[in-house]
């Protein structure tokens, strides 16, 4: 495939390896295919915490994940390589359970990566509570680039009682701390820590204070979330949504809170709450090329904890005839399985699974970057 070239300059991000994203993205929207870009991995959906909103909560505690369903450590090895020899940049440790329930396949994973190329981007979503200090320590001096862990209030009280186990908050407290002494001491700005809030009404409030308590921390973003509600968790989280009354006070807190973070220098990310808000809205910017709703088929390959691959993860779990056991990586990614949903997607037919969709802030982000691209292209 023939290499596009355009320059990072262009973008906000200034990185080459996002110039190669947007030059994959735009390949496929003029009917040439290119490899995958980012790989998202569910080692497991199992967890250690019990939190009311998870999608999968309801799942979990009826025992519907069973450890012996997932994966090996050698397929997931396996899969890491396929992905470094597809090419792949990024890569995505998530789970609709906590990754670091398999923590040796979890570390492994990022090594493996690491190790072939120290460039390559790795993070991890995480509730941060089982980390060991021999954990933290392999982390920083790998270079991993993003650390997203999953906190929900300022202090002990409010964060355990919504993650429903005693003691996490001290947990996740003590390992951000080591984060913090590890990263000066190896004279180190990774991993980026990223702390994901999902606001509800025993937290609005707590806001502002969140953003001095992080700081402390060490923690470069914090990120607001809206509580969403899905189906087997409806009434789970039905006590803790927000009135209206709420909602304008929790406004209020946000505009404290984004002068406390200015004053810090902490970034506050309220793109994923004005997204819910703006979620019915028109857009009116049509770009030159067809017009996917969601471009995360296009660069995207997402593997669940039994090895089923889907073109994005907002299902939560894969398709069952692209399954890693029976088919290598590239043989899912040029499927006609896949192909169709890019079909569909681009035909503005979307999934059911669509409409809850948190990444749609990133859609528009990469509309406009494609625009940019091949306006300098054209030229």
Not at 53 to 74: H, I, M, Q, V
Not at 166 to 185: D, N, Q, V, Y
Not at 218 to 239: C, D, F, I, P, W
Not at 351 to 378: Q, V, W, Y
Request: hydrophobic share 30%.
């Amino acid at each position: 495939m023939e290499e596009l070239e355009v320059s990072k300059e262009l973008f906000r991000y200034n990185n080459q390896d996002y110039v190669d994203k947007i030059s994959r993205l735009y390949k496929w929207m003029h009917e040439k295919e290119a490899f995958p870009y980012k790989l998202i991995m569910y080692p497991t959906n199992r967890c250690n915490l019990s939190c009311p909103y998870c999608p999968n909560s309801f799942a979990r505690s009826s025992g519907r994940f069973k450890k012996e369903d997932e994966l090996t450590e050698e397929q997931w090895i396996k899969i890491t390589k396929e992905a470094i020899d597809l090419g792949v940049k990024e890569y995505r440790i998530f789970g609709g359970g906590e990754p670091m329930v398999r923590s040796k396949t979890t570390i492994d994973i990022i090594n493996i990566v690491k190790d072939h190329n120290v460039n390559l981007n790795c993070e991890i979503i995480t509730n941060g509570s089982l980390f060991t200090d021999e954990f933290v320590k392999n982390l920083v001096s790998k270079k991993l680039d993003r650390l997203l862990i999953s906190i929900d209030g300022p202090d002990s009280k409010t964060h355990d009682s919504l993650r429903g186990i005693p003691g996490t908050f001290e947990r996740t407290k003590r390992a951000l701390k080591l984060f913090k002494i590890l990263k000066k001491k190896f004279r180190t700005d990774k991993p980026v820590i990223q702390v994901n809030m999902v606001v509800n009404n025993k937290n609005y409030n707590k806001i502002a204070k969140m953003v001095k308590v992080m700081y402390k921390l060490g923690v470069n973003e914090l990120a607001l979330h809206s509580m969403r509600s899905y189906e087997e968790t409806s009434n789970q989280v039905k006590s803790l949504g927000l009135n209206s009354e709420e909602e304008k006070k929790a406004e209020t807190e946000i505009n404290r809170a984004k002068i406390l973070a200015k004053k810090r220098n902490l970034k506050l990310n309220i793109d994923m709450i004005e997204e819910e808000k703006n979620r019915n809205s028109n857009e009116t910017d049509k770009p030159k090329f067809p017009s996917p709703i969601c471009f995360e088929p296009f660069y995207t390959i997402f593997i669940d904890p039994k090895g089923n691959v889907a073109p994005c993860c907002g299902p939560g779990v894969g398709y069952k005839d692209c399954n890693v056991k029976q088919k290598s990586l590239k043989e899912i990614w040029f499927s006609n399985t896949f192909n169709l949903v890019r079909k569909e997607i681009t035909e503005g037919k979307p999934k059911e699974s669509c409409f809850s969709c948190g990444l749609l802030d990133m859609t528009r982000e990469l509309r406009d970057d494609l625009l940019k691209f091949e306006n300098k292209i054209e030229k």
